[in-house]
Protein backbone atom coordinates (compact mmCIF):
# COMPACT_ATOMS: atom_id res chain seq x y z
CA UNK A 1 0.00 0.00 0.00
CA UNK A 2 1.37 3.20 -1.09
CA UNK A 3 1.41 6.52 1.23
CA UNK A 4 0.26 9.88 -0.09
CA UNK A 5 3.56 11.97 -0.81
CA UNK A 6 3.61 14.86 1.60
CA UNK A 7 3.93 18.24 -0.02
CA UNK A 8 7.22 20.07 0.72
CA UNK A 9 6.80 23.21 -1.49
CA UNK A 10 5.26 26.47 0.72
CA UNK A 11 2.41 28.42 -0.99
CA UNK A 12 4.34 32.03 -1.09
CA UNK A 13 2.57 35.64 -0.63
CA UNK A 14 4.85 38.59 0.69
CA UNK A 15 5.32 42.51 -0.10
CA UNK A 16 6.53 44.68 -2.59
CA UNK A 17 8.17 47.93 -1.61
CA UNK A 18 11.31 50.42 -1.20
CA UNK A 19 11.99 50.48 1.89
CA UNK A 20 10.96 47.41 2.98
CA UNK A 21 13.68 45.80 5.51
CA UNK A 22 11.61 47.49 8.62
CA UNK A 23 8.07 45.80 7.58
CA UNK A 24 7.15 44.00 10.44
CA UNK A 25 3.73 42.70 8.54
CA UNK A 26 5.60 38.96 7.64
CA UNK A 27 5.89 38.19 11.14
CA UNK A 28 2.75 39.06 11.96
CA UNK A 29 1.81 36.56 8.92
CA UNK A 30 4.23 33.89 9.37
CA UNK A 31 2.71 33.70 13.28
CA UNK A 32 -0.65 33.15 11.57
CA UNK A 33 0.72 30.46 9.42
CA UNK A 34 2.06 28.66 12.06
CA UNK A 35 -1.09 29.03 14.12
CA UNK A 36 -3.11 27.98 11.61
CA UNK A 37 -0.97 25.18 10.68
CA UNK A 38 -0.21 26.42 6.79
CA UNK A 39 2.52 25.99 4.99
CA UNK A 40 2.56 29.16 4.00
CA UNK A 41 5.75 31.89 3.23
CA UNK A 42 5.78 35.85 3.35
CA UNK A 43 8.62 37.20 2.32
CA UNK A 44 9.40 41.15 2.24
CA UNK A 45 10.50 42.00 -1.43
CA UNK A 46 12.65 45.20 -2.18
CA UNK A 47 11.22 46.33 -5.31
CA UNK A 48 12.01 49.31 -7.06
CA UNK A 49 8.96 51.59 -8.67
CA UNK A 50 10.54 51.12 -12.37
CA UNK A 51 10.38 46.92 -11.48
CA UNK A 52 6.69 46.54 -11.08
CA UNK A 53 5.61 45.09 -13.99
CA UNK A 54 8.74 42.83 -13.98
CA UNK A 55 7.73 41.96 -10.18
CA UNK A 56 4.11 41.07 -10.51
CA UNK A 57 5.10 39.28 -13.68
CA UNK A 58 7.47 37.18 -11.43
CA UNK A 59 4.40 36.41 -9.12
CA UNK A 60 2.47 35.02 -11.44
CA UNK A 61 5.22 33.19 -13.00
CA UNK A 62 6.28 31.91 -9.73
CA UNK A 63 2.45 30.95 -8.50
CA UNK A 64 2.44 33.47 -5.68
CA UNK A 65 -0.60 33.27 -3.48
CA UNK A 66 -0.86 37.00 -3.10
CA UNK A 67 1.37 39.83 -2.26
CA UNK A 68 0.91 43.36 -0.02
CA UNK A 69 1.79 46.43 -1.45
CA UNK A 70 3.22 49.11 0.43
CA UNK A 71 5.26 52.31 -1.07
CA UNK A 72 5.84 53.22 -3.65
CA UNK A 73 3.04 50.77 -5.53
CA UNK A 74 -0.01 51.18 -4.08
CA UNK A 75 -1.18 53.29 -6.95
CA UNK A 76 1.18 51.89 -9.67
CA UNK A 77 0.05 48.50 -9.13
CA UNK A 78 -3.39 48.91 -11.00
CA UNK A 79 -2.21 48.79 -14.28
CA UNK A 80 -0.51 45.90 -14.20
CA UNK A 81 -3.75 43.79 -12.28
CA UNK A 82 -6.71 41.63 -14.14
CA UNK A 83 -9.43 43.03 -11.87
CA UNK A 84 -9.85 45.67 -8.79
CA UNK A 85 -12.87 45.06 -6.49
CA UNK A 86 -15.34 48.06 -6.56
CA UNK A 87 -14.10 49.52 -2.97
CA UNK A 88 -10.27 49.64 -4.11
CA UNK A 89 -11.26 51.08 -7.46
CA UNK A 90 -13.31 53.96 -5.48
CA UNK A 91 -10.07 54.18 -3.16
CA UNK A 92 -7.97 53.94 -6.21
CA UNK A 93 -5.35 52.08 -4.47
CA UNK A 94 -4.52 48.42 -3.81
CA UNK A 95 -2.64 47.53 -0.94
CA UNK A 96 -3.49 43.39 -1.02
CA UNK A 97 -3.81 41.10 -4.40
CA UNK A 98 -4.97 37.42 -4.67
CA UNK A 99 -5.23 35.46 -6.72
CA UNK A 100 -8.10 33.60 -8.83
CA UNK A 101 -6.90 31.07 -11.01
CA UNK A 102 -4.39 32.97 -13.45
CA UNK A 103 -6.29 36.07 -12.53
CA UNK A 104 -4.87 38.96 -10.20
CA UNK A 105 -7.34 40.65 -7.75
CA UNK A 106 -6.69 43.89 -6.21
CA UNK A 107 -8.24 44.68 -3.04
CA UNK A 108 -7.49 47.35 -0.38
CA UNK A 109 -7.55 46.17 3.26
CA UNK A 110 -6.84 49.13 5.02
CA UNK A 111 -9.92 51.27 5.66
CA UNK A 112 -12.14 47.66 6.32
CA UNK A 113 -9.32 46.90 8.85
CA UNK A 114 -9.64 50.24 10.23
CA UNK A 115 -13.66 49.87 10.42
CA UNK A 116 -13.03 46.10 11.98
CA UNK A 117 -10.81 47.88 14.59
CA UNK A 118 -13.63 50.26 15.10
CA UNK A 119 -15.84 47.56 15.59
CA UNK A 120 -14.68 45.45 17.33
CA UNK A 121 -12.01 46.53 19.76
CA UNK A 122 -13.89 49.76 20.16
CA UNK A 123 -17.87 48.53 20.32
CA UNK A 124 -19.16 51.64 17.73
CA UNK A 125 -20.90 51.23 14.95
CA UNK A 126 -19.41 54.18 12.50
CA UNK A 127 -23.76 54.39 11.25
CA UNK A 128 -24.73 58.07 11.51
CA UNK A 129 -21.68 59.14 12.81
CA UNK A 130 -19.94 62.33 12.75
CA UNK A 131 -16.18 61.86 12.13
CA UNK A 132 -13.22 64.05 12.10
CA UNK A 133 -9.74 62.91 9.88
CA UNK A 134 -6.79 64.46 10.57
CA UNK A 135 -5.16 64.05 7.49
CA UNK A 136 -5.61 63.35 3.50
CA UNK A 137 -3.23 60.59 2.50
CA UNK A 138 -3.60 57.15 1.08
CA UNK A 139 -4.59 55.79 4.53
CA UNK A 140 -7.30 58.94 5.18
CA UNK A 141 -8.51 57.97 1.73
CA UNK A 142 -8.78 54.03 2.28
CA UNK A 143 -10.39 55.11 5.83
CA UNK A 144 -12.69 57.49 4.72
CA UNK A 145 -13.82 55.58 1.79
CA UNK A 146 -14.69 52.43 3.86
CA UNK A 147 -16.55 54.57 7.07
CA UNK A 148 -18.52 56.13 4.12
CA UNK A 149 -19.64 53.29 2.43
CA UNK A 150 -20.16 51.73 6.35
CA UNK A 151 -23.11 54.69 6.83
CA UNK A 152 -21.39 57.58 8.33
CA UNK A 153 -23.29 60.61 8.65
CA UNK A 154 -20.73 63.56 7.93
CA UNK A 155 -16.80 63.51 7.35
CA UNK A 156 -14.78 66.71 7.73
CA UNK A 157 -11.43 65.92 6.37
CA UNK A 158 -8.28 68.41 8.12
CA UNK A 159 -5.36 68.90 5.54
CA UNK A 160 -2.28 70.99 5.82
CA UNK A 161 -1.75 70.89 1.85
CA UNK A 162 -5.58 72.12 0.64
CA UNK A 163 -5.38 70.93 -2.71
CA UNK A 164 -4.94 67.29 -1.45
CA UNK A 165 -7.54 67.76 1.38
CA UNK A 166 -10.18 69.09 -1.45
CA UNK A 167 -9.38 66.37 -3.73
CA UNK A 168 -10.93 63.86 -1.28
CA UNK A 169 -13.61 65.56 -0.53
CA UNK A 170 -14.36 65.86 -3.62
CA UNK A 171 -14.30 61.92 -4.26
CA UNK A 172 -16.19 61.30 -0.92
CA UNK A 173 -18.96 63.26 -2.24
CA UNK A 174 -19.11 61.48 -5.78
CA UNK A 175 -18.63 58.01 -5.04
CA UNK A 176 -19.98 57.63 -1.52
CA UNK A 177 -23.05 58.46 -0.03
CA UNK A 178 -21.54 60.28 2.86
CA UNK A 179 -21.58 64.52 3.58
CA UNK A 180 -18.14 65.94 3.43
CA UNK A 181 -16.37 69.26 4.15
CA UNK A 182 -13.08 70.57 3.71
CA UNK A 183 -11.25 72.71 6.62
CA UNK A 184 -8.12 73.44 5.92
CA UNK A 185 -5.14 73.19 8.77
CA UNK A 186 -4.06 76.40 10.28
CA UNK A 187 -2.92 76.54 13.63
CA UNK A 188 -4.43 74.51 16.17
CA UNK A 189 -7.56 73.04 14.67
CA UNK A 190 -10.74 72.75 17.44
CA UNK A 191 -12.71 69.49 17.06
CA UNK A 192 -16.11 70.77 16.88
CA UNK A 193 -18.67 69.62 20.00
CA UNK A 194 -20.97 67.81 17.59
CA UNK A 195 -18.51 65.41 16.25
CA UNK A 196 -18.63 61.41 17.37
CA UNK A 197 -14.92 60.36 16.46
CA UNK A 198 -11.75 62.51 15.46
CA UNK A 199 -8.89 59.79 13.59
CA UNK A 200 -5.08 61.24 13.24
CA UNK A 201 -4.53 59.54 9.85
CA UNK A 202 -1.56 61.83 9.41
CA UNK A 203 2.15 60.38 9.86
CA UNK A 204 2.54 62.19 13.30
CA UNK A 205 3.68 60.61 15.97
CA UNK A 206 4.96 57.72 14.19
CA UNK A 207 8.90 56.30 15.62
CA UNK A 208 11.21 57.84 16.37
CA UNK A 209 9.23 61.48 17.13
CA UNK A 210 7.09 59.88 19.15
CA UNK A 211 6.39 62.89 21.47
CA UNK A 212 4.92 65.43 18.18
CA UNK A 213 1.07 65.63 18.63
CA UNK A 214 -1.13 67.01 15.37
CA UNK A 215 -1.64 70.51 16.44
CA UNK A 216 -5.08 70.14 17.57
CA UNK A 217 -6.69 72.25 20.67
CA UNK A 218 -6.35 69.51 23.36
CA UNK A 219 -9.31 71.72 25.49
CA UNK A 220 -11.92 70.72 22.66
CA UNK A 221 -11.09 66.83 23.19
CA UNK A 222 -14.39 66.15 25.01
CA UNK A 223 -15.01 63.05 27.45
CA UNK A 224 -16.54 60.43 25.56
CA UNK A 225 -14.97 61.29 22.35
CA UNK A 226 -13.63 58.35 20.48
CA UNK A 227 -10.20 59.34 19.45
CA UNK A 228 -8.48 57.37 17.46
CA UNK A 229 -4.88 57.25 15.91
CA UNK A 230 -3.33 55.52 12.82
CA UNK A 231 0.27 55.33 14.29
CA UNK A 232 1.11 51.49 15.27
CA UNK A 233 4.78 52.14 16.83
CA UNK A 234 4.47 53.02 19.46
CA UNK A 235 0.67 51.92 19.31
CA UNK A 236 0.07 54.29 22.45
CA UNK A 237 0.96 57.74 20.92
CA UNK A 238 1.29 60.98 22.58
CA UNK A 239 -2.20 61.82 21.14
CA UNK A 240 -4.08 59.11 22.22
CA UNK A 241 -1.98 59.72 25.75
CA UNK A 242 -3.70 63.46 25.24
CA UNK A 243 -6.65 62.20 24.49
CA UNK A 244 -7.60 59.55 27.45
CA UNK A 245 -6.05 62.35 29.88
CA UNK A 246 -9.52 63.88 28.83
CA UNK A 247 -11.31 61.39 29.25
CA UNK A 248 -11.87 60.59 25.63
CA UNK A 249 -11.94 56.72 24.46
CA UNK A 250 -8.88 55.90 22.57
CA UNK A 251 -8.34 53.20 19.89
CA UNK A 252 -4.86 52.69 18.65
CA UNK A 253 -3.20 51.69 15.17
CA UNK A 254 -2.26 48.53 16.01
CA UNK A 255 -5.46 47.43 15.79
CA UNK A 256 -5.87 48.59 12.02
CA UNK A 257 -2.68 46.86 10.91
CA UNK A 258 -3.84 43.14 12.78
CA UNK A 259 -7.34 43.38 10.74
CA UNK A 260 -5.69 44.62 7.91
CA UNK A 261 -3.46 41.64 7.88
CA UNK A 262 -5.85 39.38 9.08
CA UNK A 263 -8.53 40.36 6.65
CA UNK A 264 -5.89 39.58 3.64
CA UNK A 265 -4.66 36.41 5.25
CA UNK A 266 -8.66 34.99 4.72
CA UNK A 267 -8.53 36.46 0.96
CA UNK A 268 -5.79 33.95 0.67
CA UNK A 269 -5.80 31.36 2.68
CA UNK A 270 -9.80 31.02 3.10
CA UNK A 271 -8.97 30.48 6.91
CA UNK A 272 -9.70 32.76 9.26
CA UNK A 273 -6.73 33.84 11.22
CA UNK A 274 -5.62 33.80 15.12
CA UNK A 275 -5.92 37.73 15.62
CA UNK A 276 -4.40 37.52 19.37
CA UNK A 277 -1.86 35.74 17.71
CA UNK A 278 -0.77 38.43 14.81
CA UNK A 279 -1.63 41.28 17.59
CA UNK A 280 1.17 39.53 19.72
CA UNK A 281 3.43 39.08 17.29
CA UNK A 282 3.81 42.80 16.39
CA UNK A 283 3.43 43.89 19.63
CA UNK A 284 6.90 41.81 20.29
CA UNK A 285 8.06 43.56 17.31
CA UNK A 286 7.24 47.06 18.37
CA UNK A 287 8.74 46.30 22.05
P1 LIG B 1 0.76 59.86 3.11
O1 LIG B 1 2.17 60.31 2.92
O2 LIG B 1 -0.04 59.44 1.94
O3 LIG B 1 -0.06 61.02 3.88
C1 LIG B 1 0.45 61.65 5.02
C2 LIG B 1 -0.58 62.61 5.59
O4 LIG B 1 -0.04 63.17 6.80
C3 LIG B 1 -0.92 63.78 4.67
O5 LIG B 1 -2.25 64.17 4.85
C4 LIG B 1 0.04 64.87 5.20
O6 LIG B 1 -0.41 66.18 4.91
C5 LIG B 1 -0.03 64.61 6.67
N1 LIG B 1 1.12 65.14 7.41
C6 LIG B 1 2.36 64.59 7.50
N2 LIG B 1 3.16 65.38 8.28
C7 LIG B 1 2.39 66.41 8.68
C8 LIG B 1 2.64 67.57 9.49
N3 LIG B 1 3.83 67.76 10.07
N4 LIG B 1 1.63 68.43 9.72
C9 LIG B 1 0.41 68.23 9.15
N5 LIG B 1 0.11 67.17 8.35
C10 LIG B 1 1.09 66.28 8.12
O7 LIG B 1 0.86 58.68 4.18
P2 LIG B 1 -0.21 57.53 4.48
O8 LIG B 1 -1.57 58.11 4.44
O9 LIG B 1 0.09 56.36 3.62
O10 LIG B 1 0.20 57.12 5.96
C11 LIG B 1 -0.06 57.99 7.05
C12 LIG B 1 0.31 57.26 8.34
O11 LIG B 1 -0.56 56.15 8.50
C13 LIG B 1 1.74 56.68 8.34
O12 LIG B 1 2.35 56.99 9.56
C14 LIG B 1 1.54 55.17 8.25
O13 LIG B 1 2.50 54.48 8.99
C15 LIG B 1 0.17 55.01 8.88
N6 LIG B 1 -0.55 53.81 8.41
C16 LIG B 1 -1.02 52.94 9.34
C17 LIG B 1 -1.71 51.83 8.95
C18 LIG B 1 -2.21 50.89 9.99
O14 LIG B 1 -2.64 49.80 9.62
N7 LIG B 1 -2.21 51.27 11.25
C19 LIG B 1 -1.99 51.53 7.52
C20 LIG B 1 -1.49 52.56 6.61
C21 LIG B 1 -0.80 53.64 7.07
P3 LIG B 1 -0.06 66.92 3.51
O15 LIG B 1 -1.04 66.40 2.51
O16 LIG B 1 -0.21 68.35 3.83
O17 LIG B 1 1.39 66.53 3.18
Known amino acids: MSTRPKVARAELVGAFGDPIDENPTGIMQEAAFAAAGLNWRYLLLKVAADDLGAAIEGIRAMSFRGINLTIPHKVAVLQHLDAIVPDAATIGAVNTVRREGNRLIGENTDGKGFLRSVREDAGVDPRGKRVVFLGAGGAARAMTVELALAGAAHVTVVNRTPGRGEELVRLLRSKTPVQAEFVPWQGEYAIPPDADMVVNATSIGLYPAVDVLPPVALGSIRPGLLVCDVIPNPPRTAFLKAAAARDARTLDGLGMLVYQG ?16 MRRALEEVFG
Open 262 to 277: AIGFKLWTGVEPDIAV
